[in-house]
């Protein structure tokens, strides 16, 4: 007989997409996981022990920072080397599990909705962040919140939201008990305010006063679940430069609360440095041995990190309560020097690595084995999963929507776990531009500046979405730059990274995606 290689490939393909996939559940669809009966059976008997011992499921802390750089913690690369020393963030990865492939998306508000959500942009319909006056929330959407508060938590979100400023999409009406923050971004509350960026619009009260009357929030605020909003200070530049102080208070003083509760907590800390522009916050000015403004935002970051953390201590609150440190996206190249550092190609708003792989490290105390790393995949919206698990009510899953999260339960409580996932799907707006699985990447969209000098400071200001001839491979192992395409000599891959888009597309038209959400009315 003979050989044909296509038809070899397609039986390779066929093989290795059947190893060890799980069916989704009977009442639910979700992204298939991988199993691992063994490291599933140790997480449980942690869990089981747990909660014999305290009366009840686990407490959930995510730290999410704003922009930060997969580089910018010492125990990925930075710290001291890039001119600010974070202790307290790697003492959290050296008692814990290190992530060195954990995924957001290209910007901020697309991760939040997903970490919250479990679903992609493409389904979510948030494709990018609302910015000054523009509609856009989590219109439809389910978040991990409300459904761990209707399984008896105590859910909260400290700090930076960017989903939705109308009443419906505030925080306190989607799922969390309390809230204290602010509803926008950084720079839509101060960049009109300093003459050092628009003196345009600083020496001119007309246009000032035009700023002023445009309907979006622009006063820090809190507020209870079902309840209105209460405004508290305006946000000038003093007091954006020093509001993660007033957020870490607020979350400190949260679990001092909670260590008297009955209740187990989802807490959800948003830190709003290091989003342009950072204003050193007071005793922050030139601390960092960098001394630029950014990089005493990352100092401070790490300190707060470090008082959180504390807390938990001192509250007896860490034994039982898992914590999940993160960035939204990766660096903001635009605003450099105000900008984080990442070793990997492209930045912000791109999804080259540069763009969407992050920091990850979790922590918990005699659970998760100190010391750990690992380069298993991990998505955002793995977040979502996880945590109904870890709350034991993964039945309470949406039956009527694609989840794209995966569980990771017992990737993170065993020994030596590894990941449930199996691929990465990363989204520009609404375009599938890319695929991981294991160590290698196709692209079939790119971001790429005019003169095609995609790795440049300034990326994103004059950028274009192209679409690539054919699949783009990269092996991420040997060239973490994706600077050298491997397509032709690794054609064995076609089928598989090709096979695993088209799996998901077909997810796609079985529940058909969302329309963007956010929209300038």
Not at 76 to 92: C, E, F, H, K, R
Not at 207 to 227: D, E, F, N, Q, W
Not at 332 to 350: I, L, N, V
Not at 406 to 415: H, K, P, R
């Amino acid at each position: 007989m003979m050989w044909r290689p296509t038809t070899f490939l397609a039986a390779l393909a066929a093989a290795i997409l059947s190893v060890s996939w799980s069916a989704p559940p009977a009442t639910a669809e979700t992204e298939p996981a991988l199993q691992h009966p063994d490291q599933q059976a140790q997480a449980r008997a942690k869990l089981e022990a747990l909660e014999t011992k305290f009366g009840k499921t686990p407490n959930i802390l995510i730290m999410l920072v704003d922009d930060l750089g997969w580089g910018d913690p010492g125990i990925y690369g930075g710290g001291v080397m890039s001119g600010a020393p974070t202790p307290n963030i790697d003492s959290l990865a050296e008692g814990g599990l290190m992530l060195t492939s954990a995924y957001a998306q290209p910007t901020c508000s697309p991760t939040r909705a997903t970490l919250m959500t479990g679903r992609l942009p493409i389904r979510h319909g948030i494709y990018r962040p609302p910015m000054y006056s523009e509609k856009g929330g989590l219109v439809g959407e389910i978040t991990a919140a409300e459904l761990l508060h209707k399984a008896g938590y105590h859910t909260a979100l400290v700090g930076k939201w960017h989903l939705g400023e109308s009443e419906a999409q505030q925080p306190q009406n989607v799922g969390y008990d309390e809230y204290f923050g602010f509803l926008g971004v950084c720079d839509i509350y101060t960049e009109w305010r300093d003459p050092y960026f628009n003196p345009e619009v600083v020496y001119s009260p007309e246009r000032t006063a035009m700023i002023k009357a445009a309907p979006y929030s622009k006063h820090l605020v809190k507020a209870k679940r079902g309840g209105k909003l209460e405004q508290l200070e305006e946000i000038t530049i003093p007091v954006l430069a020093n509001v993660d102080q007033q957020f870490a208070d607020y979350t400190v003083e949260f679990l001092q609360r909670m260590a008297k509760d009955k209740q187990p907590f989802y807490l959800i800390h948003a830190f709003s440095k290091v989003h342009f522009d950072n204003y050193p916050a007071k005793g922050y000015h030139g601390k960092s041995p960098g001394k630029y403004p950014y990089k005493d935002g990352v100092v401070e970051v790490d300190d707060i990190v470090g008082r959180i953390v504390k807390a938990l201590h001192d509250n007896g609150l860490a034994e039982n309560t898992l914590v999940f440190f993160t960035s939204d996206n990766g660096p903001e190249e635009d605003m450099y020097p105000d900008t984080g550092y990442t070793p990997f190609r492209g930045g912000k708003g791109s999804t080259w690595e540069g763009g969407v792989r992050v920091p990850g490290i979790f922590s918990w105390p005699g659970v998760i084995k100190a010391g750990r790393e690992s380069d298993g995949l991990f998505d955002l919206a793995d977040m979502f999963n996880t945590s109904l698990a870890l709350a034991g009510v993964r039945d309470a899953i949406p039956a009527d929507r694609y989840i794209d999260g995966v569980d990771q339960t017992s990737f993170l409580l065993a020994g030596d776990g590894i990941s449930n996932r199996r691929s990465i799907f990363y989204y520009l707006n609404d375009k599938l531009a890319a695929v991981r699985w294991n160590e290698y990447k196709a692209h079939r969209y790119i971001v790429e500046v005019g003169n095609g000098q995609y790795e440049a400071m300034g990326s994103m200001q004059n950028a274009t979405i192209q679409q690539a001839a054919k699949s783009i491979f990269y092996n991420l192992y040997v060239d973490p730059k994706e600077r050298q395409a491997v397509t032709i000599r690794k054609l064995w891959l076609a089928p598989i990274l090709q096979g695993e888009m088209a799996r998901h597309k077909a997810t796609l038209m079985r529940y058909p995606p969302k329309k963007p959400q956010v929209t300038l009315e």
